[in-house]
């Protein structure tokens, strides 16, 4: 259970008229239940909780930082996968929440290490981090797990998706649907070649925690490479390698255990 020694709550929103009506509805809520609604984004919050849809959550969770103070979504947007609360549940929720009838998640992330000739950048993702060539074109990577070279792969790209992501573009690939609690990361071929140079598994892997993933560009691939996190991309010119494992940071995920992971799969896709 959340400490409440001071019971500040962040509220983030996006700019449609629906998100701000119910962050307006959600505020008043909370200060009839002795909340603090902060003005700005409070780093002493008990809570932060994010009105819109998943590309809302996805947003300010990297705007803010990967923020270790836990996250809740009401969901004003389409799919929402990360938002379990609808805005006519809001009173529910904010009394079950002072009641502290809810549940903690972690919620793991993807880190990536790319290498250019000069220098190396961490990048960190939730859903997932893509490796894809620029406008479109093949591209040609060495693909190892450790030490051991799995793939010469041709093709559009590859995600390698957290537990997460399994279900957003991960799952529009062909990968397969990976249950949140289990400490995996997934690596999906996009449209992959197989020729007499190149053999590309058709099909996703899944690697568990503690091994790392390492993706070497063929030399004429170098300045070709974009990557893109959570669907925010990144050029980077004479990358050599990008590596990716488990994070050690986690996202925290406040649920009221309303509905059941696979109810939600069931639900949201089928």
């Known amino acids: 259970m959340i400490k409440e020694n001071k019971k500040i709550v962040n509220i983030i929103h996006n700019n449609n ?5 119910t962050s307006i509805i959600l505020e008043k809520t909370l200060n009839q239940y002795g909340y603090i609604v902060s003005d700005e984004f409070d780093n002493n919050a008990i809570l932060n909780i994010c009105i819109g849809g998943d590309g809302a959550f996805l947003r300010a ?11 809740i979504g009401v969901n004003t947007g389409h799919l929402g996968f990360f938002h379990e ?10 009394e079950c929440f002072s009641k502290g009838k809810y549940k903690l998640e972690d919620i793991y992330l993807a880190e990536a290490i790319v290498c ?21 074109k ?27 992501g399994s279900t957003a573009y991960n799952l529009s690939a062909g990968g397969s649907i990976v249950y949140p ?38 030399y004429r691939d170098e300045n070709t490479v974009l ?44």
């Open 61 to 71: 969770v990297h705007k803010y930082g990967f923020p270790y103070i836990p996250f």
């Open 116 to 136: 250019t000739r000069t220098s190396c950048i961490e990048l960190v993702g939730v859903n997932e981090i893509v490796i894809k060539g620029i406008d479109s």
């Open 17 to 21: 008229p629906r998100s701000k009506e």
């Open 138 to 164: 093949v591209i040609h990577l060495d693909v190892s797990i450790e030490d051991d070279l799995l793939e010469r792969f041709s093709g559009d790209g590859l995600i390698v998706s957290t537990p997460s």
């Open 227 to 270: 990557i893109i996190v959570d669907g925010n991309q990144i050029n980077c010119d004479n990358v050599v390698e990008i590596s990716f494992k488990l994070s050690d940071m986690t996202l925290r995920r406040l649920t009221l255990d309303s509905q059941s992971f696979w109810a939600k799969v069931k639900d949201r896709f089928i």
């Open 85 to 94: 609360i609808t805005p006519e549940r809001i009173h529910n929720f904010v």
């Open 181 to 218: 609690s289990l400490k995996t990361l997934q690596l999906t071929p996009l449209c992959p070649i197989n020729s007499k140079a190149y053999r590309s598994l058709l099909n996703s892997v899944i690697i568990p925690d503690g091994m790392t993933i390492r993706v070497n560009p063929e």
